[in-house]
């Protein structure tokens, strides 16, 4: 399923504690993928706690809490860390993540957890909502099957990789466009995992995680080439690291920017490549615009320099990402019409 796609199913999980529908959610995926992270945003949507517990680095007396004796009788004391309505609120967010290389006798406490949404006397708030996520056995990570009881108490989603919606997240969260660029003109680097590569020592390599490191390494070596392709395939891997590099060192060919979105004159790359990085670029100049008294104007500028791509499919995947990040407001702009009308006949044949 996309991230987008499961961002939605995740939000009616949350939304769902109020009726009495919720049921935990197990998210399946390979590392790297963003499986924490969609997670993370439902909290942050919502301005709910999310309380993070990885049973992975547990003992299953953990969870249960330690007992202490009270007259003739041993009680339990319930963990801090388990979701409280006076210390943590009403609504918010169980995350039980390494599931899967949690040993069985740890995932077994907390069979009872996920269930019936309690451990001995201690009951998690009825606002709460339980998500978990894991690797699956062949993703060469530390894994365990999980057992079939354990299995049986959650709704199982697997959430796969989609360059539109990393590329929608990227630009909402500033990832460098010239990385946007990159990945929309070689989009299976997106994400590149390969189990016998890692078997031969090659650790890096190419997920939406290790792109994130990979901005970070753009904003920190930038300024030195010497430095900049090893620090991107330490991050992303070599083969993707030298690709990446040689591409951003190609974009000092670019045309004027500030001169498109001012609506002035401006060539046209011939180059593949980038045709990619400008669409990216402008894209970007197109989200940072939203809310200004100038946005319609330069919004309007693009759209008409989208017209003039050689590729129509490239206008539509400018437009396209522009449309993802401002929404229907696009369409009220005069030079949106001469550009649908333009691309008409391959929008509607697909």
């Not at 900049?228 to 690709?243: D, F, H, N």
């Not at 309007?300 to 407001?329: C, F, T």
Request: net charge negative; glycine share 8%; proline share 7%.
């Amino acid at each position: 399923m996309r991230p987008a796609q499961l961002t939605a199913v995740l939000e009616r999980e949350f939304l769902s504690t109020s009726e009495g529908h919720h049921t935990p959610v197990m998210l399946w995926g390979p590392p790297g993928v963003g499986k924490s992270q969609i997670v993370s945003q439902i909290g942050m949507r919502h301005q709910a706690p999310v309380i993070d517990i990885r049973l992975s680095q547990m003992e299953p007396s953990d969870l249960r809490g330690i007992p202490f004796r009270v007259g003739e009788l041993v009680q339990w004391a319930v963990p801090a860390m388990l979701p409280d309505l006076q210390r943590h609120g009403a609504r918010g967010v169980l995350f039980l993540d390494e599931i899967t290389s949690a040993p069985p006798a740890v995932s077994a406490a907390a069979y009872q957890l996920i269930l019936d949404r309690r451990l001995g006397d201690y009951q998690i708030p009825a606002g709460w909502v339980i998500f978990a996520a894991g690797n699956r056995q062949g993703d060469r990570g530390v894994t365990y099957a999980m057992p079939a009881p354990l299995a049986n108490r959650f709704s199982h989603f697997e959430i796969s990789v989609n360059l539109d919606d990393w590329a929608a997240w990227a630009y909402s969260s500033g990832i460098d466009e010239r990385l946007i660029a990159f990945l929309r003109f070689k989009p299976e680097l997106l994400f590149a995992f390969d189990a016998a590569r890692t078997l031969a020592g090659e650790m890096a390599f190419p997920s939406p995680r290790s792109w994130e490191f990979a901005h970070r390494a753009l904003q920190k070596f930038g300024d030195s080439p010497d430095l900049l392709t090893g620090a991107l395939c330490a991050c992303v891997g070599r083969a993707a690291g030298v690709e990446c590099a040689a591409f951003i060192d190609s974009l000092g060919r670019l045309p004027d920017l500030d001169a498109i979105t001012a609506g002035q004159d401006a060539a046209v790359p011939a180059e593949l490549d980038l045709q990619y990085a400008v669409a990216a670029a402008l894209a970007g100049r197109a989200l940072r615009a939203k809310g200004k008294p100038e946005a319609k104007q330069v919004w309007g500028h693009i759209l008409n320099y989208a017209q003039r791509l050689p590729l129509k499919e490239m206008g539509v995947m400018l437009v396209s990402d522009m449309h993802r990040g401002i929404g229907s407001a696009l369409f009220s702009v005069p030079q949106f019409a001469g550009w649908a009308n333009a691309v008409a006949d391959i929008v509607l044949y697909e």
